[in-house]
């Protein structure tokens, strides 16, 4: 069986090594573009800063070490420019020569990935201006820092990309802008959530343009202005853009493989396109996300790896294996902080038209009295029977730990109930008897069995906006942290003399309570739901949460 | 109704606050025979050092605080010494006054702990030997140190808590030895891995007499010899016994509460011990293993944490509540390193007579090109139909992380192909696109499928002390790695020339293949079984897991 892959990568390389490993006599020809196969797409921003020092630690193999391995016919700085799927060959530019040849195929697995998104602005093509992708990209990038020694740099995109971007260009020590268009970066995150990340990256000397679009650049003779939607004009010695990737199709549409509407390459449930003998896999296609069962593009390297030796398998033992679809779990560091997240978030259960509840709680990574334990913020969001449809955390340390354990209790069907079950490993330096996992399963179990009733901070600004003389809020605190700052109109009532202080409240009219991340205005709710009042809500996250959203 | 809880820490404080969310109107008596209520236990070892710095610390909430947050009546150095169970009333002391009296009850909860064993050897009433449960034990500990500034310390018992003790007393500055009376320490591990942590302590210069049992102590003036069964002597300037625990049953007893085999009280999937008036949970209590289905007894934190919040809903709501018994998750800091388990190990499987397969990997914590990554060592436990019985993680970073994650798939009935599956959060800081939990279920599931077969380093090392000449015996690393030493016979051909070099081999012997951790072993095990070889294994975990079982 001869195979032909396009894409050395994340999933085309992984599909390589595991058809040989799958089969020794199969012929297995690997087509790459450019000059590297299997380089670390991921490492990328941080060797911008040096904290991966040489260039060299970013290619995890060598093709020459490939080779040797696992026999494989690697042609790098080959284009594949076309496919005749009756002939079953596919053309291939040799990029050093310009020659072309057609190479025949039993089976194809397309593995090409994503391109960065390049708008058609005025001014684009300023020299100052660089997209990230693969080695080349952040050769010239280098390049730049080294001849041009930039002291300002703007980066354009509040993703992933650009994120580590801007926090390894600010490590380099050049002060950086990143500009977002939308009122948050970190759209896998829900916007309370989000807000703790703009809070750090702007402490952390970072400036934060939100809501903002770029509209042209223009190059002067030493540096590039960039001009904003805002009326802003920033003054750049260096452009990074990172808006967004879309899957790269050109070839796909040429040989007119079926798309999908998110206009990723369509495929079945063994990775199959619309031509059976052709695969694809990674960030070209499009998946079927696992909770809310909608096509959508998710461009990440554990998905394109597992595709990628999932495609293998049933290219060679027929389609013996089904892709179950894409969570989503992905995580960004953002200086100090992680942000991470799983399932869907209330943007997307929202346009899946799936109702939810959620909360939101804040504990320590480990035990309080261990030295270095650091805040975790969890929000979870799940149906009213209890189903787990996402979660978001963000901390400086264990954040990973969580959302990986959230995961794995999605796809295992458990609901918020076991996640107050579950056991996890506990000592003082890594945990807490009571996990923040834990305590999260605690609370969304309390709201649904009725014995807690919560509110969001966006509700509350709201009804705070609409001023209803009504509204008891009360700030559950101690007197001293009432002190030091509280939601405007809030009366404190400290938790731990509200028993006494009952007259002082009306049962009938609506109360709101709130402490500092929730649990003394859990304990506060307990108490006056069976004293009598009827109408108490607790502010999720506390006055962490709303003050970090609300500013 | 009228609620007396025994003990005031982890299992008893718990439910009394949950007793009091769930109910304003419960009248709560929480008794203690200690000074403190809802202190750390598990904090106690780090005060020695001064990791933690301050014993305050260590008293997670106060008695005035707990009283006035939860009016909860509570009686702390008071010991409940009876319990008339026609009359429902409870017999207290007070310890102060030594007074007697009866209070009465509606429900009881009995969550009184463990006790250290504490073998009747000669010249155990040394003033210089230890125990640690609490904190005037480790008040006891504190003077000690204070007073007589040891030099040498003996720790007795290698299971959690000795080693902790040994760790901090070493961190303090004095030269300790562990003495463990079984072949290894932290038995809930099996001796390949547990041989990782024994390697680690003694490169931290704590000395490790394994295989060896204490048998009397002799107190000398100024030090205390602490005599072996091997005939070693050693000569301690303090000693800290840390053999074991056992459940407080003697309030149970007294009362004629049944008992399990194991000697921990006997309660039903309600936590109702053998009346239904009294509930108990904790250390005293025998749970069922999850796995195996035996009645065990798994005192840890957790567990007590989670069954005083259930008891508190069955004694409140009924029996609402069914507990489905503790899996055993658990994780201990030795130095550096972290060495978590959930589930079942080999021993345990064997003796609960429970089929197992296995496989032990070795991954980077984090993807290796970015700095700081550390190996994980993971063993995984699995039944011939994919179900994990058990997992052990050892490394100084993450292995918390992969226990969690195992853990929950345990819980959620998920099988080792899930392993494979696993969406886990994946940056270069976090976790590598196969992150190790993936890793390992790929060689799990490869093992099942037969497409790869392993041996373990215990089998190994008997047929190599067998001697069998027909045994090909093939290190399939570099010869660099070869040169660097290897296992005793072995024979070198690197796999990236085992195809030209096949005719070395005899395909119809059998050879036994192995690498540094495992996977190049498993490309030349694909190779030979697909040239015509039929009795070929591969090394689980590589010479790598070889060498430290074996040294
Ligand atoms: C800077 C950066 C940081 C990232 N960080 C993370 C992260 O932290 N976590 C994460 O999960 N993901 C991250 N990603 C995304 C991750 O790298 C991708 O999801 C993954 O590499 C996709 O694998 P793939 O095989 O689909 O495509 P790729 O790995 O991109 O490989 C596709 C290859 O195909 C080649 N190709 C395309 N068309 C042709 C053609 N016609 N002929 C020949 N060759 C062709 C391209 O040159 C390319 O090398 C990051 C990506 C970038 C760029
Ligand atoms: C040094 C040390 C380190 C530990 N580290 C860890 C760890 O890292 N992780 C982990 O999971 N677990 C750890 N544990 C175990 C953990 O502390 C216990 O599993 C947990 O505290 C058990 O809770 P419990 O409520 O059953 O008993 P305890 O928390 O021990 O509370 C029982 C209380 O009952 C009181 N009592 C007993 N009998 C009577 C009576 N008749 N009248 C009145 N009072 C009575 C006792 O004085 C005691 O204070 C550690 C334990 C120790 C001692
Ligand atoms: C201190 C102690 C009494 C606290 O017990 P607790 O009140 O059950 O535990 P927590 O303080 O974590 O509070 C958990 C409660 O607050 C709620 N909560 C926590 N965070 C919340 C938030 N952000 N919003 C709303 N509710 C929240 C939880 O739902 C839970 O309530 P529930 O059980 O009614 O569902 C007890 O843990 C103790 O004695 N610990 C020390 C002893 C010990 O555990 N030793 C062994 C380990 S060292
Ligand atoms: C380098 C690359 C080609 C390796 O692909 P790979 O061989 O599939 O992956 P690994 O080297 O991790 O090896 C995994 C294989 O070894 C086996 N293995 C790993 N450890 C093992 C052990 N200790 N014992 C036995 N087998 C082991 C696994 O079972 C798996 O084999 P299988 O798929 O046949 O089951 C590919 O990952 C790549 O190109 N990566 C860089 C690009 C990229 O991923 N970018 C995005 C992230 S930055």
New interface residues.
């Given amino acids: 069986m001869k195979i032909i892959i396009v894409g050395g990568v994340?999933g085309g390389a992984t599909a390589a090594a595991r058809i040989r490993?799958?089969?020794?006599?199969a012929e297995i020809v690997l087509v790459e573009r450019g000059q590297y196969i299997s380089f670390?797409n991921?490492?990328l921003p941080?060797h911008i800063s040096g904290?991966?020092?040489e260039r060299e630690?970013?290619l995890?193999t060598s093709e020459e070490?490939f080779k040797?391995?696992y026999?494989v016919d690697v042609r790098s700085r080959t284009e594949a420019i076309g496919i005749d799927r009756k002939a079953r060959t596919m053309r291939l530019r040799n990029l050093a020569t310009g020659d072309e040849t057609d190479e025949p195929y039993d089976k194809l697995l397309l593995s090409p990935g994503a391109e960065p998104v390049r708008p058609k602005l005025p001014g684009i093509d300023s020299s100052r201006i660089f997209g990230l992708r693969n080695i080349p990209d952040l050769d010239r990038i280098m390049a730049h820092l080294k001849e041009h020694n930039p002291r300002r740099a703007v980066v354009i995109g509040g993703g992933?990309i650009g994120i580590e971007v801007a926090e390894n260009l600010h490590d380099k020590g050049i002060f950086t802008t990143l500009v977002e268009g939308a009122d948050q970066i970190l759209t896998p995150l829900d916007y309370g959530m989000a807000a703790i990340v703009h809070s750090h990256m702007r402490d952390k000397n970072v400036e934060l343009y939100l809501n903002d679009k770029v509209e042209q650049f223009e190059e002067k003779d030493d540096h590039t202005v960039v001009y904003l939607g805002s009326g802003r004009r920033l003054q750049a010695d260096l452009v990074v853009l990172a808006i967004g990737v879309r899957p790269e199709t050109t070839l796909a549409r040429a040989a007119n493989l079926e798309l999908g509407s998110t206009g990723g390459i369509k495929v079945n449930g063994h990775l199959q396109t619309s031509d059976p003998d052709i695969y694809a896999v990674g960030d070209a296609i499009e998946v079927t996300q696992t909770i809310s069962g909608q096509q959508v593009l998710i461009p990440?390297?554990?998905?394109?790896?597992?595709q990628g030796?999932m495609a293998a398998d049933n290219i060679i033992f027929g389609n013996s294996k089904v892709y179950?679809g894409?969570?989503?779990?992905?995580?960004?560091?953002a200086f100090d902080l992680?942000a991470?997240?799983?399932g869907l978030n209330e943007k997307q259960l929202n346009a899946a038209g799936i109702p939810f509840l959620s909360c939101i709680t804040h504990s320590g990574s480990h035990?309080s009295?261990?030295?270095g334990a650091k805040q975790i913020s969890l929000k979870l969001l799940f149906t009213d029977k209890g189903q787990i449809l996402g979660a978001q955390a963000v901390g400086a340390d264990g954040a990973?730990?969580r959302?990986?354990?959230i995961?794995?209790?999605i796809?295992?069907?458990?609901k918020v109930e076991?996640l107050?079950?579950?056991?996890?490993?506990?000592?003082?330096?890594?945990?807490s008897?009571?996990?923040p996992i834990?305590i999260a399963g605690?609370v969304a179990t309390n709201i649904l069995n009725g014995?807690h009733d919560m509110i969001e901070w966006k509700e509350l600004r709201a009804s705070l906006g609409a001023k209803d003389p009504e509204m008891q809020l009360i700030d559950v605190r101690t007197a001293e942290e009432f002190g030091f700052g509280s939601i405007p109109t809030a009366r404190n009532i400290d938790?731990?003399h509200l028993?006494e202080r009952l007259d002082e409240l009306d049962p009938n009219k609506a109360v709101i309570l709130f402490c500092q991340i929730g649990l003394r205005g859990?304990?506060a709710y307990?108490?006056l739901t069976?004293?009598g009042f009827t109408q108490v809500r607790n502010l999720s996250g506390g006055y962490k949460s709303y003050s970090w959203a609300v500013e």
Same sequence: chains 1, 2.
Avoid: M, W
């Fill in positions: 994340a490993r799958n089969d020794e006599t670390a991921c490492g941080y904290i991966i020092e630690q970013l995890v070490a040797e391995r026999r992933f990440l390297a554990g998905p394109a790896n597992r030796r179950r894409t969570q989503g779990t992905s995580i960004l560091k992680a991470a997240t799983t035990a009295y261990y030295p990973d730990k959302i990986d354990v995961a794995t209790a796809h295992g069907n458990l076991d107050a079950d579950l056991e996890l490993a506990y000592a003082p330096p890594f945990g008897a009571k996990d834990n605690y014995s938790v731990n028993r859990y304990l307990r108490i069976q004293h």
